[in-house]
């Protein structure tokens, strides 16, 4: 699986948006971008995930450079809700189903009131 | 709907001694992972059970072993303790039929694993 960067930690007022870098210089051409986040004491939570097209959805928009190389996971209008450790994860489709992940230390997203 | 359930909570152990961890997956899912969390760290993946074979495993010697059951929980065991087990436990379930890109999973609250 292609290794990722990410900042440890980042701060951002509440209200504003909340862009969290992610560098993947040796993806693969089908290797995947998948985010997740952890909240205190709970478990990691899907946010959402893509291959080379931008992608939104409720949660969040994933930015993906033409060269893939590289995104950012964009939370329009953080709330202190939103504080938690952010992953970025590269991997490729195996089929038949989730495959296992393997998290790195992620970014700590700290949302300032 | 019941998300993924984990028991027990807590759990403290001494050295060389086995442990016992459940999670029942999420209802409608039937592909159970369990993952090890060390304070400060990402969580790591243990192995993967679907259709009750085990059929992913991640960098983890054979002292970790899994089960699951014909109605999708699972158990983790761990053998032959160590200090370093210490950590949180996680089990995440999705779809064995998810689509062919989608790699949701769905994560229980942990287990604590305190070995002394």
């Known amino acids: 699986d292609a290794k990722t960067t990410q900042p440890p930690s980042m701060d951002c007022a509440e209200g504003r948006a909340a862009n969290l870098p992610c560098n993947h210089s040796?993806?693969?051409?089908?290797?995947?971008v998948y985010w997740y986040r952890q909240i205190h004491s709970q478990g990691p939570q899907y946010i959402i995930h893509?291959?080379?097209n931008n992608e939104t959805n409720e949660m969040a928009s994933l930015i993906i450079t033409e060269d893939r190389k590289s995104s950012t996971l964009i939370l329009p209008h953080a709330t202190l809700r939103d504080t938690a450790v952010y992953y970025c994860i590269v991997r490729p489709y195996s089929g038949g189903g989730a495959d296992g992940l393997t998290f790195g230390k992620g970014t700590h997203l700290i949302i300032q009131p | 709907d019941a998300g993924v359930t984990q028991s027990p909570t807590h759990l403290i152990k001494t050295r060389g001694q086995q442990v016992t961890l459940r999670c029942s997956p999420k209802?409608?899912?039937?592909?159970v992972s369990w993952y090890q969390q060390a304070l400060g760290q990402g969580p790591q993946f243990i192995f993967q059970y679907y259709e009750e074979e085990e059929r992913q495993r991640g960098n983890f010697p054979d002292r970790f072993s899994g089960h699951q059951f014909p109605n999708y929980s699972s158990e983790l065991n761990v053998n032959a303790l160590l200090l370093g087990d210490s950590a949180l436990y996680l089990c995440?379930?999705?779809?064995?039929?998810?689509?062919?890109?989608?790699?949701?999973?769905?994560f229980g609250p942990g287990t604590r694993l305190t070995v002394l």
């Open positions: 893509g291959l080379k």
């Open positions: 040796t993806i693969s051409g089908n290797e995947y």
């Open positions: 209802s409608g899912h039937d592909t």
């Open positions: 995440a379930s999705s779809s064995g039929l998810a689509d062919f890109s989608y790699n949701e999973q769905f």
